[in-house]
């Protein structure tokens, strides 16, 4: 009890963070209109690849010794880096033909 | 000094992220909402590699670079050259590529956390582990299906029993792992290897048009194994990212099994086409008949009517026809026909999907009308062309109590004066049930693939006038 009581106090501003990132997530999702549920998929596919800063930060703390670690790193560098490149090109592609039709 | 600047990086990162996504539910802003939060990620990243951490060795810095250049090269190229038609199994390898990644952060942090003796912040990385990997193995089985690498139906025994029961195991090992009462490095090579079995049978048993809910549920697993990760390095920007994502993923995996009229845990514990299918292709099969079309008389149908209104289907974009479809949309707006597009909260592979591909033909948006608001324009229609669509139209989800897809909200085609159904030949739709429609007196069946049918079409009513 006591350990969970530390480490909320510690982290007390990312519980924060937390809690009001779930409201704004449901509160900006709840009123997309069908037609841009793929994009929208597809873009919040591209933000979760904010991931890739927890790989980088892995490689920075990592010494030039710790082989696998920098391997392992290293492979999830270009994961990360795929996962954000790849989502955001794609969702640009769908949108663009979003737009509207002059006739 | 060179944290602060870092942490204003991340603020402004995470603002990018929200007002991106609100910018994304718009379809004027949601161009630029994508790039607004493209160009955040951008930010976040370089704050990263500049501010996190001073003397780091140039080699270090070297494979980074390496490694963001690879990724860079490889997913541009993959996102440009992907078809339209293949953007569910992208979205969902690339949801994949993210889950692998927590789950490596995983594997290479929990080693300091058992040094540590940090109990809470081993947890943290478990679950950022456990849920990436199974974010990972599931996203590339439903990559594999999706992209028909994987057609025979797999179907374990008990799979349900099977599954709960390896998710039981994986809680209670985790437990058992924070408690110390086990060595601790093999049993968390035993709790990867359980997460990604876990992915695994996930996904295997499920199928037909529950795959996209499935990607949407995927895709908010990779949003929580991040903010899981935000919450190890104390880094609010993979916080607020993996939330939002995490959030808005549930919300919309809720949005679509509404769509489908289907709850989540009928979706992952349900089998779809399974006893249900058997059942009602026995109704189908025997006594009834088909009413055949040809062309010319389709397009004199067509040419006459006052109103059409136009079901595509995943048929459709495998067959390539988007364009001729709005080509056929054009000559009969120039004869003066009403047409406009009915498009089911599912159809194609992902809800939006048939959107995406229509646009993509230059179809005005504006023609594409949501189910709810076309239901109740079908009386007043005079044909109806369902073009590759199935399950979407049949009747059976209203009838029949025992069908697999019953209670899924339909388009209400059979109020129409008149149904012309294009399929390639009678066999069941996407979820593999037969369908009562192509029974139905008012229908006309006109068999041929898409692409040719439309294109005759089109000639057909050029030579009319």
Known sequence: MTEFLSFL???????????????????VIGKVPSVLHTPLMSGANAIHGVIIIGAIIVMLNAGVDNIPALILGFIAVILGTLNVVGGFVVTDRMLEMFKKKKN | ?????????????????????????????????????????????MG??????????????????????????????????????????MVSIFNGMGGACAMLIGL???????????????????????????????????????????????????????????????????????????????????????SLIYGILLVIPIGGADMPVVISLLNSFTGMAAAFAGFLYNNHVML?????????GTILTVVMCKGMNRSLTNVIFGAFGGGGATASGISGSGDKSVRDINISDTAVLLNYSKKVIIVPGYGLAVAQAQHVIH?????????????????????????????????????????????????????????VLVVGAN??????????????????PILDVESAKNIIVNKRSMS???????????????????????????????TELKNMN
Do not use: C
């Open chain 2, 108 to 194: 290479i942090e929990f080693h300091h956390f058992l040094e540590s003796d940090d109990n809470l912040g081993l947890l943290t990385v478990l679950a950022s582990m456990v849920i990436g990997s199974v974010s990972f193995a599931g996203s590339v089985i439903a990559w594999a299906k999706l992209n028909g690498n994987m057609k025979r139906e797999i179907r374990l025994p008990k799979y349900n029993i099977l599954n709960t029961a390896i998710m039981i195991i994986i809680v209670l090992l985790t437990a058992v792992i924070i408690g110390g009462w086990v060595p601790e490095t093999p049993a968390i090579y035993v709790l990867f290897v359980l």
């Open chain 2, 391 to 408: 399950d979407v139209v049949n009747p059976a989800a209203k009838n029949d109590p025992g069908s697999p897809i019953y209670g899924m």
């Open chain 2, 48 to 89: 990263t590699l500049i501010f996190y951490k001073s003397g780091v060795p140039m080699l270090i810095y070297a494979l980074i670079f390496g490694a963001m250049i690879i990724g860079t090269i490889s997913g541009w190229i993959a996102a440009k050259k992907v078809q339209m038609t293949a953007m569910p199994q």
């Open chain 2, 327 to 383: 080509e056929l949309e054009t000559i009969l707006e120039e004869r003066g026909v009403e047409v406009k597009y009915a498009i089911h909260p599912v159809a194609g592979r992902m809800p939006g999907h048939m959107n995406v591909l229509l646009a993509e033909s230059n179809v005005d948006y504006e023609k594409l009308i949501e189910m709810d608001l076309i239901n109740p324009e079908f009386p007043t229609t005079d044909v």
């Open chain 2, 1 to 45: 000094m060179e944290h602060s600047i870092l942490e204003l990086f991340y603020l402004a990162g995470s603002l990018t992220f929200i007002i991106g996504l609100k910018m994304l539910s718009h379809p004027e802003t949601a161009r630029r909402g994508n790039l607004l939060a493209a160009a955040g990620m951008g930010l976040a990243i």
């Open chain 1, 9 to 27: 106090s510690a982290h007390i501003d990312m519980a924060y963070v937390l809690i009001l990132s779930i409201f704004v997530g449901v509160e």
């Open chain 2, 240 to 248: 607020t990212g993996g939330i939002l994502v995490g959030s808005a």
């Open chain 2, 428 to 458: 069941a739709g996407y979820a593999g049930i037969d369908n009562e429609l192509f029974y139905n007196p008012k229908t006309s069946m006109l068999f041929g693939s898409a692409k040719q049918v439309l294109t005759e079409l089109v």
